[in-house]
C-alpha cells in the first residue's frame, strides 16, 4: 500500500497522492515566482516550496486540490520539508476526492449523532430540551462538520461534534458520581456551549473567522440564538430556567480573562468549565505526543503555556 | 431654617428629620435587643444605635420611614454616629416624603431628558435610531429613575440618565474634534451602553443585584433587549450595522477581566470606553473631594485602586 | 429526638449535647473573664461567649469535652450565636463520645477502604505498585483519618481517603474514555499524591500545620517517602518509572504559583491535576450550597476566588 | 500628477521620487554586499533591497537622500516590497527637499502655536503661567518640531505640539463641563506633560533616545527642568502652586508600571492622563485604519495590546 | 532594677515609667468619654483604655508625656493589654525625658556619623564627592535623626542612617569581590539613595507623610535636591557624572511597579537596589523573629508578601 | 602572538585554530548541502556557514573539534560572522585540545577547591557538616567541572563552583555584619543550593537538560540526594536539623512562580536567595558589558527582564 506522509523518513523519495492545503505565490529576494504550499493527508502535514513557477503552475495547483507528488524528504530549519521534484493534478480515474486527505474525528459522524440524540432523552427538563432541540435541527450540518477550533484543539473536521460528545461522557460520569449535579441542565450547557463557533468560524475547511465572530464572539452569538429561539417557542427569556441555561453557556470559559462576561455562580457551570478544559487539555496533549518519538519530549504546545510534555520509553 | 444631617459638628445637640436608610434588629452580647440604624438627608448619611428597643419600636422604625431625631453627634471608630435621645415618626403635617430626603441627579430629569431627545436626531443611521428610540421608549421610566451603580458612581436616583448624558456631552466635543468618528454609531452606543442596569439593578432605592443581574450581568442583558428589538423592527441582526451597535456595547468595559466578552475593535468603541471611565472616574473623585478639607487627603477610593486624592488649601 | 444545633431557629430554647471545638479564655474590657467557644455536632457549629467563668469552669470546659448546653439561639453580627444559659460535662452515661458529634466522610471507612484495595489491582506496574502498597500500608492509619485539608474542601475526618477515592473514580470514567491514558501511573499518582498532607498536618482533630508542613510542604514531604521507599523495595531512583511518578506527583499543583516545583509534562499529569480541582471545587460549591436556601445565592468561597452560588429555586 | 509610493498596487511599474529613511548595508549569505533601504514620501513607506552594490553606491545610497526610484511592487512574507530597477540622486532642479517627503502634523505649525499662545491666557495661577511661558520659550524649537513619541503614536514631524493642543481642546471640554475642575492647572499640565521628550528624543528625524532620556526618563527631565525655571523666577519649589503643578506632571502616566514615579492624586492628574491615553488611542487606531479597507480589519497594533480594528465597508 | 514593659507577663502587676506613645479620646458605644492608649518604652509597646476620663485628664495624659503606669498585664483578641489602675505625670525628679523612651537606632549616632564621613574619601569622583557632601550636610540633623520608613524596617530613631550605613558596608565586601563595581559610584548612590525622606517624612516622632512626600515621593524630592545642589555648585546637570548620580537614585526601588521611573540600566544600580533590598529585609525579619518563640513561627510580615518565620528551637 | 576570535574586526582577514563548538547539516532552500557550525575561543564565539559541504567534511568537522580556520569576517543580520574559505583539523603538533578554547571560570579551580574546603570548617553543626561533606565527595568531579546554568549565568566550565564560592564570600560579609545570622546553616545552604544542576544538567560541554531535569528539576534531586545521604549517616530525616537545611535548599528560588515548592520561611533562607540573585545578576550584567563599549548600551539581557545595561564614556 502506498505510504502516507509522516511515513517518510529523511532522503526520502517521495512518490504519493496529497491534498494542497494551503499555496501562495511568492518572489524570491531576486524576484522569481515561487509557490510556498503545504500538503496534508490523513497522516500529518508537511510544507514545500515549488520553484520558477509559470502562471499555469499557479492557476493549477491551488488549495483543495488533489495532486500527485514526487520529491525528497528533507529538513529546513529542523523541521521536515519535501523538496519538490514534480506535481500533477489527479485526474478522475484517482483518489481525487480532497475529503480523503483531511483529518476527521475519530469517531464516524453516524455515531457521534446517536450519541448526541440518545442524550436529548436526558435533558428532563422541557424548556432546556426543546431550546436545544431547536438549536441543534438549525445548525446540524455545521454542528457535525464544523471544527471545535481555528487551532488548538480538535481543529479538524467534525471537531465540534466530537469534542461535545467527549464532554457529555466526562459529564455522564461526573452526574453518576455526584448527585447533586442537574444532569438536565449540565448536557443542555454542554451540548450548546460551542455551538456558536458555526457563525463564529467560516466553515470546516480554511477556517478563519467571521466579522460577526471577530466582534460579537461565539458567546454572544450562541446567547443571541437561545433568545431568539426562546421566542419563538413562546418561552419566557427572563424565567429562571432560560436565566440558568444562558448562564451555563455564557459564563463556560471560566474566568472573564477568558471571554466569558460572568464567571460561574452555578455547581453545574463549574462542572461544564472543567470538562470543557479537560477534554482540551487532552486533545492538545495527546495530538503532540502522536508527533513525539517514546523517550523524548513533544513540541511545545501553544495552548499549553508552552509547555513540552514527555513520551514514556516503554509507549509503543 | 433647620440644620442638615452634615452640618452638625461633634458634641452639637442634634434635632431634625431624617430618612431613616437602613434599620436591622440586632441583639447585644448580653442579650438585648437594639436598632442598629442609618439615616440620611440630602446632606448624607449617619449611623446610630438604638438602644433597649421594643417590639413596637422594631415595627415603626424601618428603613423608608421619616422620623424626628432628637441626639448628640459624636465619633465612634474615626466615623461620626449619633447617640439617639428620641425619635419619633414624622406625621402628615410635617415633610414626611421619603424622596424629600434622598440624593439626587444634580441636574432636572426634564433637562436630561431634553437632551437625550435632542441626540437622537444626531443619529442619522436609521436602524441605530430605531433600535435606540423603541429601547429608550421602552425603559424610559427605569432609565431616569435608576443609579449608574450600586455603589461607587453616580450612585443615586437618576444617576444612570446623568452618567449617559455626561458621556454624550464628552462624546460632541470628540466628534467636533476627530472627524474620523462616526457621531452615529457613538451616540446610539452611549445611549444604549448602561441600559442593561434596569435590568441588572433591583430599582433606585436599597439598589440590589437581581438574579438576572448577577448569572447574566448588564452587557449580556442589553444585548439581548437589542436583539429582540432588531426582531420586532425586523431589522437583521446580523447585518452590519448590527454587529457595529451591539459591539459598541458588548465591548464598553474595555477589558476582558473588566467583564467585555470581546475587547473595543472599532475606534467609536475605544472612544466610548474611554469616556465611560473617565465621566465615572471624574465622579468619584469628585464625589470625595467634596467630604474633604482644602489641605488634606480625601478617604481612600475604592474604585480608583485605593488611591486617595487632595484638594488644594486655595480650592475654597 | 433530640434536635441538632443548625435545626433550632432565632429565640428558640437550645438543650443538647455538644462537643467543645475550641475554648478560649479571654477577658473583657472592663476586666472579667469569660470563655469564648465554639460548640459542634454533625449538623455544624455555633460561637458562643460563656461569661464571668471561674477558675474551674475554665479547666473543665475545654476543647474535645462534651457538654450539655442550655441556651437561646440569637444573632450576633449577622451570623448565629448562643446565648448560654447553662452548661455541664456529659458524663459516662450519656453520649460523650467525642466522635460522635464530628463531621465525618459521607461514606464509610470500610468502602473507601475496599475501593483502594481493588484499584491496586489495576496498577499493573510492578514498580509503582509495590511503592503505592507500601505507603498506604505505611500511612494507612492516617490515610483514612484525617482531612484532606486544613479548611477550604473536604476538611472532615476521613476526607483524604474520601477526596482521594472520588479522584480514582473520575480518573475510571477517563481511562475509559481516552485509551492513551496510562491507567497504572494515573492512579498511582491519585493514590499518593496527598498523602504528604498526613505528615503536613497535625491530625484529624483541631488540624494545624506542622513544621514540616511549614518548612517542606506536602509535596516534598511525600517525595522523601517515596525516595525512601524505593530504596527500601531496592527500586533504582532515577529509572524512569520512578521519575514519572514523582513527576505525577510533585506536578500536580498544576502551577508554580500553587507550589508545584515543576508543572505537568506528561498527559497523565494534566489529568491528575484537572481531576483534584474538579473534585475540590465540587465539595467547595455542594458545601456552600447545602447551607443556601433554594432562589438564593451562597456565602462567597474563599476558594472558589471569592465568588458565590446559586441555588435554584426548583432544587429541594 | 505624479503617484505617490502608497497609490501603486502589486505588479505595478514604479517610477518617482522619494526619500531614503534607512540605509544598511548587507551581506549575502554567498558574501556579496548590498543594501536593504527603507523608502518614504507622505503617503507612508516601503521596503527594497538594492543587489550587487557597489562602493559608489553605498556612498550615494544614504539614509536623508532623495533618490528617483524605478521598480516593480511586488509583495515579500505578505509585506509590500519593491524590485528595484534602477535608483538615482535628484538634482537641485527636482524636488530634493527631504522635508518634502517626511509626514507632517496634520496642522500648520501657525495654528498650533496660535492656539498654544491663546491658552496661555487661561492660566490665570501667575506661577503657574510664569512657569510654562518660560519653559515654552526655552524649547521652542524642539516643542514644534518634535514627534510625541519614537513610535506608535504621532510619531511624525510637530507630532509633539499637534498631541498636545488635542489634549487641550479635550481638556476645554472637559473644564466647561465640570466646573469643579481648575482650568489653570490642567491646562498647564498639559502643556508641560511631554515636553521632557525634546530631551528624551535625539530630535525630529531618524529619533532614538538620548543617553538622558535612557537613564533618566521624559518625566524626571522635565521635572527638573520645572525645578530649575522656578529657580530662575524666584519661585518656591516647594510652595504648593509648585507641588501641584510637579504632581501633574509625574504622574501623567497614570500607573506606575506604565513609570509614573506616583499615581494621580488629584482631580486634574485623573483627567490629563485620560485626555492623553484618549488622544494617543485615537491617534492610533486612526493612523491604522487609514491602511485598512473598508470591511477588513487593520493590522494588529502594538500599542494597543496587539488588538487589530475594524473598518465598516460603509467608511468610504 | 525596674521591669521594662514587655518582661511583664499575663496577670502581673505593673508599675513602671512609660512614654505616651499615642492617646486619642473616644466614646463608648453608651456615650462615655475614654481615652485609647498606647504606651512604650525601649522595650516595646502596649495598648491599654483608661476609662471615665474626665476633661483634665484629657488635657493630662497627651502623646509624647511619660507618667508612672500602674496597671496589670492582660490580654485582649490575643493581643496583650494593660488594664489601667492609676496613671499620673512624671515630676521634674523622675525620668520624664521622652527620648529615653523611644526605640533607637542599635549603634551609636557618633559612630554612623564616622562611617560615613570614612566613606566620603573613598568617593573619588569631584562631583559624586562634592554633592554627598553638600547634601549630607544639608540634612545632616534629619539624615541622623529620621527612620528608613514610616512602617516596617528600620522605623525607630536614627534608622535613615542606620539603614545607609549598613547598606554601605554591604557595598564595600561587594566591591572588595567584584572589582567591575565602580565604588565611588555605589557609595555615592547608597549615601544619597533615601535622603528624600527626610523630606517626604514629618520627622523622627509621630512621623506621617507630608504633602509633598504624598504629591511627589521621595525619588522625585531628592533628585530636585540634587539638581539644585548641582547647579550651585555649577555643576553640569547634564553631563555623564550627573546622569549616572541621578539614575542611580531614581531606579534604586529595582522595578517600575515599586516607584522607580526607570529600572536600573547600570551594574552599580542592581546592586544598590539588591543591598537596599537585603538589608530592609533582614532587618524586618530579625525585628519579627526578636518577639518570637524558639521553635515558633513568628506573625506575619505585611513587607515580607504576609510570610511568617521560623526561629529555630536552637536560637537561644 | 595569534589574535583571538573577538580580536578580528569587520573585512579582516582571519587565520586562526578554533573548537567548532555546534555544527549543524542543513539543506539551502535550493537542496544543497552546507554546515551551520559556530567556533569558539576563550575571547567568544563567531558562527559561520560552510557551503558545499562534502560527505567527509560532515563527518570531519563536527562539533568538539579543533580546526584551523581561513576566512573574511562579516556582519550579517547585525551579527558577527565568518565567510569561510578554508578550514583543516588541527592535528597532534598543534594546539588541538578542546579545552584550551573553552572559557573557564576566572578563578583555578584549585583555589576554589581550597576555599570550599576551608569554608567547610566554619559549618560547626555536625548534622550540616556531615551531609555537606557527603554530597561534596560524591559530586566531586562534576561540582567543579559544571556550568552553574545552560545559558545566562555562569554558563562556562566550572561556573557552578565559582558561583556557590561568590556566594560565600558574600555570605560571609553578611555573616559578619549581622551577628543574629546562623553562619552554619547559610554555608551550608550555600554549598548545596545548585547541587542539583550536576543531575539536571547533562554535562559541562554542550550541556542540555536531562530527562530527570525536565521532569523533577535540581531542587527536587537534590532533596533526595539530602534526604539519601540522611539515611546513609544515619541522620533522623525528620530531625529540626534536617527541616531546616532542606527548607534553606528548596526555598532558595525565592517565589513560588521561580519553581520553589515553599518561600522563605526563615532568616538564612532569606538571606541565601537574596545572594545567589545578586551574583548571578552581577555575573550577566558584567558579562554583557564586556561585550559594549564604552559610551554605549549593551544588548538586552533576557534574564534582565530584557533591560539593557550603560557601559559610562569613563570606563577603560
Not at 271 to 280: F, G, M, R, T, Y
Amino acid at each position: 500500500m502506498e505510504k502516507k506522509l509522516k511515513e517518510y523518513k529523511n532522503d526520502d523519495e517521495m512518490g504519493l497522492f496529497v491534498l494542497i492545503k494551503s499555496a501562495e505565490k511568492r518572489v524570491t529576494k531576486t524576484g522569481k515566482d515561487f509557490i510556498a504550499m503545504t500538503f496534508q493527508d490523513r497522516s500529518g502535514e508537511i510544507r514545500g516550496n515549488y520553484w520558477d513557477a509559470k502562471e499555469e503552475d499557479i492557476t493549477n495547483f491551488k488549495a483543495g486540490r488533489v495532486i500527485y507528488l514526487n520529491g525528497k524528504r528533507e529538513t529546513y530549519k529542523s523541521a521536515p520539508q519535501v523538496k519538490i521534484m514534480a506535481m500533477r493534478l489527479a485526474d478522475d480515474t484517482e483518489p481525487n476526492d480532497p475529503t480523503l486527505y483531511t483529518e476527521k474525528a475519530p469517531v464516524s459522524i453516524s455515531d457521534l449523532r446517536e450519541e448526541v440524540s440518545a442524550t436529548l432523552f436526558e435533558i428532563t427538563n422541557a424548556d432546556w430540551n426543546r431550546i436545544v432541540r431547536a438549536l441543534l435541527k438549525k445548525y446540524d450540518t455545521q454542528f457535525f462538520a464544523y471544527p471545535a477550533a481555528k487551532t488548538n484543539h480538535h481543529a479538524f473536521e467534525g471537531g465540534l461534534a466530537y469534542h461535545t460528545v467527549s464532554i457529555l461522557r466526562l459529564a455522564k460520569s461526573v452526574v453518576k458520581q455526584y448527585p447533586q449535579v442537574d444532569a438536565s441542565l449540565l448536557y443542555a450547557g454542554a451540548l450548546l456551549h460551542d455551538l456558536g463557533k458555526t457563525i463564529e468560524l467560516s466553515g470546516p475547511i480554511s477556517t478563519t473567522y467571521t466579522v460577526a465572530g471577530n466582534l460579537l464572539g461565539h458567546i454572544t452569538l450562541i446567547d443571541e440564538e437561545i433568545v431568539k429561539t426562546a421566542q419563538e417557542l413562546k418561552i419566557d427569556t427572563n424565567s429562571e430556567n432560560m436565566l440558568l441555561l444562558r448562564h451555563m453557556i455564557i459564563s463556560h470559559h471560566g474566568l472573564k480573562e477568558y471571554g466569558s462576561p460572568v464567571e460561574p455562580h452555578m455547581l453545574e457551570a463549574v462542572v461544564l468549565h472543567a470538562l470543557d478544559d479537560l477534554d482540551a487539555q487532552i486533545q492538545m496533549v495527546s495530538g503532540a505526543l502522536k508527533d513525539t518519538e517514546p523517550g523524548e519530549f513533544s513540541e511545545r504546545i501553544f495552548g499549553m503555556d508552552g509547555r513540552n510534555f514527555f513520551r514514556p520509553t516503554t509507549d509503543k
